[in-house]
């Protein structure tokens, strides 16, 4: 079962949005993960197919490299 969960965030560079990704993919391996920067809220994107996606875990991550998370219910 496909698994997903979007975040509003405060990522506006495409440079650290693909900085982001990569460090993310080196926590989280089995995750999708992509930002959509052209949205008003500068999206995160994480989709799983293996497990559960730790959103908890994801926001204090983003908020300890400084940018502001917040899951989309």
Not at 5 to 26: H, M, P, S, W
Not at 49 to 70: K, P, R
């Amino acid at each position: 079962m496909k698994r997903v969960e979007i975040f509003k965030t405060n990522v506006c560079k495409y440079r650290d949005a693909q900085q982001i990704v990569t460090t993310l993919l080196g926590l989280f391996s089995t995750y999708k993960i992509n930002f959509d920067l052209e949205d008003d809220e500068n999206i995160l994107r994480i989709e799983s197919s293996q497990s559960d996606i730790d959103a908890s875990s994801v926001i204090t991550q983003m908020f300890e490299w400084g940018y502001e998370c917040e899951r989309i219910v």
